[in-house]
């Protein structure tokens, strides 16, 4: 079985660009989580979808994010523009409903210069 | 609001001892609680979930415990050796099985050989 998978591993772009992570959850999965580390800091919550809904997204930053999970299947979370402040680690995870362990994906590394 | 703190933020021992990694939270309704392993540039691997009703789980040299009364986990590793050697990180999941996890800082485990 595929684990939590996250596309691009890296991605470099300057300020004012536009960036758009991607999360494949485990298949089956309904609660998919967006999580970020900045340098130096803890691993801080963005948002929750449960299938297609959001759950909680008390943890988005600014307007400048936006998380989409059209069809409860693969998210997205689209940085626009980038500020140098959102470089760090975006983690992705899912959970299957019930309670059960987070399963992380490799983590996309975004660096805004 | 709950929050999660791991005690030391760094550990070196030589290899061979036995240690204890240590993780504290303030709001004592969790519904379960999880420890995971992190390489450098790398995602989390996760080591040990236990649910609220437990007290303990054990895989290989790893033995978690949690005591959600002092609002305290402990992961003990037998044996250390210098494949451990990586950040490990306390995660938290309040109330239900559709919160948001909460992470600790981690704490930073080098082992000599």
């Known amino acids: 079985e595929a684990g939590v998978t996250q596309f691009p591993s890296h991605s470099v772009i300057e300020k004012g660009q536009t960036v758009t992570l991607r999360c494949d959850p485990i298949?089956?999965?309904?609660?998919l989580y967006w999580y970020r580390r900045v340098m130096g800091k803890e691993i801080k919550f963005l948002l929750h979808f449960v299938k297609e809904s959001k759950q909680d997204e008390s943890g988005m930053p600014n307007n400048r994010f936006l998380a989409e999970r059209t069809g409860g299947t693969y998210s997205t979370l689209k940085v626009q523009p980038a500020e140098l402040e959102d470089s760090g680690v975006y983690f992705c995870?899912?959970?299957?409903?019930?309670?059960?362990?987070?399963?992380f994906g490799q983590g996309t590394r975004l660096t805004v210069v | 609001k709950q929050e999660v703190t791991q005690i030391p933020a760094a550990l070196s021992v030589p290899e061979g001892e036995n240690l204890v990694l240590n993780c504290s939270f303030t709001d004592s309704a969790i519904y379960n609680l999880q420890w995971f392993r992190q390489d450098p540039g790398k995602g989390l691997t996760s080591l040990l979930l236990i649910q609220s009703s437990q007290r303990e789980q054990t895989s290989g040299r790893l033995n978690a415990s949690l005591d959600k009364s002092s609002g305290r986990s402990t992961l003990y590793i037998a044996a250390s050796q210098p494949g451990d050697s990586a950040t490990y990180l306390c995660a938290v999941r309040r109330y239900s099985s559709a919160s948001k996890i909460i992470f600790g800082s981690g704490t930073r485990l080098s082992i000599r050989p």
């Open positions: 298949s089956g999965h309904d609660n």
């Open positions: 995870a899912s959970t299957v409903g019930g309670g059960g362990g987070a399963f």
